[in-house]
């Protein structure tokens, strides 16, 4: 009798595998849009917190306060076994290295709906690049 669900997820990319009764437990693997210079947008969600737990390798965690179109960031370089929270109505978004692997928790179904893109300016894009190398720097 086998009680006991596994899951391991090695592609690339964001894929939810454990969707149950309002929430689900997704996997992030390294994908090229999330490397810093490869982020164009921070997004919200409406319905739900999101949960970020770096499994391994090197990510930072962008927070953003969007007011017309001025943006504030707030990074934070993310430690394996501490668990991140993104409240309800918080722009954000991750950068990530390659082999990095983050465990995401949020309501079910979130990635079919519950979200909104706003687009960085070429400007912004290169103030967040300079403040996620910074805290990359952190850790050589």
Request: charged share 25%.
């Amino acid at each position: 009798m086998k009680l006991i669900e596994q899951y391991q997820i090695s592609d690339n990319g964001y894929h939810p595998f454990l969707i149950r009764d309002g929430w689900q437990v997704a996997q992030l693997n390294y994908m090229p849009e999330q490397e810093i210079g490869n982020i164009e947008k921070v997004d919200i969600h409406y319905l739900t917190d999101e949960v970020f737990i770096l499994l391994k390798g090197k990510a930072v965690l962008i927070g953003a306060a969007i007011n017309g179109d001025d943006i504030e960031f707030d990074v934070e370089l993310m430690k394996p076994n501490i668990t991140y929270n993104i409240p309800v109505n918080t722009w954000h978004n991750i950068a990530m290295c390659k082999g990095c692997e983050i465990i995401i928790v949020e309501k079910s179904n979130t990635h079919e709906g519950d979200f909104e893109f706003f687009p960085l300016s070429d400007e912004k894009k290169k103030e967040l690049e300079n403040l996620v190398k910074k805290s990359f720097d952190e850790i050589g």
